[in-house]
């Protein structure tokens, strides 16, 4: 079995944001409102106007593979929008980079969609450094290094900013990626039990809030056909709870794999495999790859940046309002 695993995250603080629950700009330029609301009414705008939008994805990043099944899921979009991808946890100089590179090419509207699990991820950073909240965040993440919020600056644009706050985790689109990924890997989905598992939360509280949106795309799955489907979480970076995840874990499989025929983990977060190999050592089962690469993903971004623009009463060219 061949998996790839990209860099886990050494922060517990850092962590606790990926799984969360569900030069300053002209602040005449930027729209400061709550996270937009589908809408029937938009204006429509004249070609040259409509070519004043671009997209800026937020993606965490990683190896080159990681990056690579990033930039591919919007490899499908670049011939109806400018596109600019922000590697990184909310990165300034990743951010400011794409910004810039978005204005060189005439757009004055960018909506910007986050390519994380969950919506809250880096969300405080991210609405501080775009202009649309005055607080600093208590820290957030130059590199890969972890600075106090005071040391972050609201970045240099003169774009209207249209900032998507939903995550991938919970949407349709995910939970259709994890049926896929469970039926490719499944010859008979009545003789094969189903693992999903997450990196989960070090608060007891949080990490039921993580199983039970978890559960809501098991449903799907289970709803298709397969003997059994379970969810997890490893708890990654929080020593104590981990080890007792790691044993459940264990333990799950490995009745599983008594049980059924066939045992699939299914990775619920963007793209590889994770720990979850090195955790699974010596268990009989097959892993598959999370959310990327898959053209869903491709698809959850058209529509969340079509959201947000005609919410703001803006015509999309990635999708009808």
């Known amino acids: 079995m061949q998996i790839t695993r990209p860099p886990l995250g050494v922060w517990p603080a850092l962590a606790a944001l990926l799984w969360v629950s569900w030069a300053c700009a002209s602040p005449g330029a930027i729209l400061r409102s709550p996270n937009p609301l589908p809408t029937s009414a938009h204006l429509a705008l004249e070609d040259s ?6 997209l800026l994805l937020m993606a965490h990043g990683g190896g080159q593979e990681w990056n690579d099944r990033a930039k591919a899921s919007v490899a499908g979009l670049r011939d109806r929008i400018p596109v600019s991808v922000a590697f990184g946890m ?30 809250a991820s880096f969300l405080h950073p991210t609405e501080y450094l775009l202009g649309l909240r005055s607080d600093p965040p208590a820290w957030g993440m130059i590199g890969h290094r972890p600075v106090d919020g005071s040391e972050l600056e609201p970045l240099r644009t003169d774009a ?5 706050r939903q995550g991938l985790g919970g949407s349709d689109q995910a939970a259709r990626i994890l049926l896929a990924r469970a039926n490719a890997n499944a010859s008979v989905p009545a003789e094969t039990g189903v693992l999903l598992i997450a990196h989960g939360m070090g608060d007891e509280g949080e990490n039921r809030d993580v199983l039970a949106s978890m ?15 379970r969810v997890a979480t490893l708890r990654e970076d929080w020593a104590a709870a981990r080890a007792t995840a790691e044993h459940d874990i264990k333990a799950t499989v490995a009745r599983m794999q008594k049980e059924h025929a066939t045992v699939v983990v299914v990775p619920y977060r963007v793209s590889g495999f994770g720990p979850y190999a ?14 990327l690469p898959h053209p869903l993903v491709t698809e959850w971004i058209a529509a969340r940046a079509t959201e947000s623009l005609c919410a703001a009463g803006l015509s999309s060219p990635l999708g009808a309002c």
């Open 49 to 54: 106007e409509a070519n004043n939008v671009g």
């Open 90 to 119: 909310a990165d300034p100089h990743t951010l400011q980079a794409s910004l810039d590179a978005l204005r060189d090419r005439g757009v004055g509207t960018v909506v910007v969609v986050r390519l994380f699990v969950s919506g």
């Open 160 to 164: 209207r900013i249209l900032l998507d």
């Open 215 to 229: 559960e809501e795309a098991a449903a799907v799955v289970r709803e298709n056909g397969f003997a059994e489907v």
């Open 278 to 291: 090195s955790v699974l050592d010596g268990l009989d089962y097959v892993g598959t790859q999370g959310l």
